[in-house]
């Protein structure tokens, strides 16, 4: 029975790194963005990232400012 023990905790632990391993991969490759968790009966289903992308316009060319 202890055994059995070991085994689901060393799954658990191993599924635990696979999606943190894939959280980090997306934030280090994201510069600007949200990256969500969905969580569904206390496992992590589904990692949603959404990226943004910034434009550094001088303020005479911005779009919100027409002439």
């Known amino acids: 029975?202890?055994?059995s023990k070991q085994t689901s905790v060393e799954t658990v632990e191993s599924g635990t790194?696979?999606?943190l391993d894939?959280?980090?991969q997306q934030?280090?490759?994201l510069h600007f963005g949200v990256?969500?968790?969905v969580v569904h009966n206390a496992r992590v289903t589904q990692i949603e990232r959404t990226e943004r992308l910034r434009l550094n316009l001088p303020r005479s060319e911005s779009f919100?400012?027409?002439p």
Do not use: G
């Open 1 to 3: 029975m202890k055994k």
């Open 17 to 19: 790194e696979r999606w």
């Open 22 to 24: 894939l959280v980090r």
């Open 27 to 29: 934030v280090d490759s």
């Open 35 to 37: 990256v969500q968790i």
């Open 64 to 66: 919100s400012n027409p």
